[in-house]
């Protein structure tokens, strides 16, 4: 990375990153404090929150309509209102800043000429996706106001992994400014460590895509207990649904077991990345990727265990959420570097 206005592009991106952390993360605590269904309505440019009497009231008025209210909160003050409407807004309006961080600056660098080619190619694929992720947002939201008072966990999957999409698209393009490689360097030739790091990606979106589920369907609560499924290993409920599939969609118990064990795999998989890159030459970027890699599926590992032996309180969920994110870009990180060479400069 060499010039003033790439150092620009990358702080940038990195600025997208960590806002669409936060907004998981808020989205996260919405989820957990049963917050997503507070605000029934949607607008695209937002709106101020309520401030007097009267605008509380309208917008209580507005909840009341909701399924959410008529069967679960029909005993809610307006002080119980206002405890769950401050995080959905508070999650949609960082959605509303992540969309000004990202439109305005991509407007100032093209009009200065500072994007061209294949860059404003994969710049405009972020913005589309981040258009889609707002979208998704309310057709995940929708999904609970209409006759049953909580989200497709369906649509709440489609809404996280477009999410991390996104993150892991711009970090990635933010990867490629940082390690700029010189011309004609040498690239690292570790074929298997690289099919190795892909495999691991698929497992990682597979335990960030069940997760999802788990949290929809709030499989979390059956059978909280570790390593067995109550005192099985793989619990009755497990196979009870029919067809057999479903057990593994829309089944609490089939969820959690996929999530449970699929955790196995993926903690598997980065330590066998990390013993068989002890036996070659790397460089120093990619020997401390695959450190933190190592180091962060552990806790995460641990994190997990954790939310679900106490039936997912709220800070360990979010942790939980956090290490996920922590593992996706590490992952995303390592095999970013072992594909474009052992080049280190900055």
Aim: glycine share 8%; charged share 10%; hydrophobic share 55%.
């Amino acid at each position: 990375m060499k010039s003033t206005s790439q150092k620009g592009i990358v702080i940038w991106l990195l600025s997208g990153c960590i806002l669409i952390w936060a907004m998981v993360v808020v989205g996260g605590i919405t989820r957990l404090t049963h917050s997503g269904l507070s605000m029934v309505n949607w607008s695209p440019f937002g709106n101020f929150p309520p401030h007097t009497f009267e605008q509380w009231q309208t917008a209580f008025n507005a909840y009341k309509t909701s399924p959410e209210f008529k069967l679960i909160n029909s005993y809610f003050s307006i002080d119980d209102f206002k405890s769950i409407y401050w995080w959905e807004y508070i999650h949609r309006t960082i959605g509303r800043i992540i969309g000004i961080v990202f439109i305005v600056p991509f407007l100032v660098f093209l009009f200065r000429g500072k994007i061209k080619g294949a860059l404003l190619a994969k710049l405009f694929i972020i913005l589309a996706l981040g258009g889609l992720q707002g979208l998704l947002g309310w057709y995940m939201v929708k999904s609970g106001l209409v006759n049953e008072p909580h989200v497709s966990h369906l649509r709440l999957a489609a809404h996280l992994i477009t999410a991390f999409i996104t993150f892991g698209f711009t970090w990635w393009v933010a990867l490629d400014i940082i390690y700029q490689p010189p011309v004609n360097a040498k690239r690292a030739d570790n074929p298997a460590l690289i099919r190795l790091g892909f495999i691991l990606l698929i497992f990682v979106i597979v335990q960030i895509l069940y997760g999802a589920f788990t949290a929809g369907l709030r499989a979390g609560n059956f059978d909280p207990t570790f390593p067995k499924m109550g005192n099985y290993w793989i619990a009755p409920e497990v196979t009870s649904l029919s067809p057999w599939w479903n057990n593994f969609i829309n089944g609490v118990a089939g969820v959690q077991f996929i999530h449970r064990y699929n955790a196995y795999v993926v903690v598997f998989l980065v330590v066998i990345l990390w013993y068989k890159s002890l036996k070659v030459s790397l460089s120093i970027s990619q020997k401390n990727g695959i450190r933190f890699l190592i180091g962060i599926v552990i806790v995460q590992f641990l994190l997990g265990v954790l939310t679900l032996v106490n039936s997912v309180p709220v800070v360990l969920g979010v942790l939980h959420q956090t290490g996920a994110f922590l593992l996706f870009a590490s992952t995303l990180f390592v095999i970013h570097r072992l594909n474009s060479g052992a080049s280190d400069m900055v």
